[in-house]
């Protein structure tokens, strides 16, 4: 059981971004890592502005809780 209950979306996107910079952290080193900071950004903007933050679960708690799920899941 979770104290937040993250939607979906919010979720997916935070697990997005921790494949996302496991890729591009990895990515040989002749590879451009310009793609792979465009979709960090683009998954940390859409993170920051997701309505949730704007509800009463919108606590430096929730985004910490919400990060060890997504983490766990990428590492899947």
């Not at 496991?22 to 979709?39: D, F």
């Amino acid at each position: 059981m979770h104290a937040y209950d993250f939607p979906p979306d919010l979720l997916q996107a935070q697990t997005s971004w921790y494949i996302a910079y496991q890729r591009l952290a990895g990515a040989a080193p002749a590879t451009s890592p310009t793609a792979g900071r465009r979709e960090l950004l683009e998954l940390s903007a859409r993170i920051a502005a997701h309505p949730f933050w704007s509800g009463p679960g919108g606590t430096p708690a929730a985004r910490m809780e919400l990060k060890e799920l997504a983490q766990r899941e990428a590492g899947r």
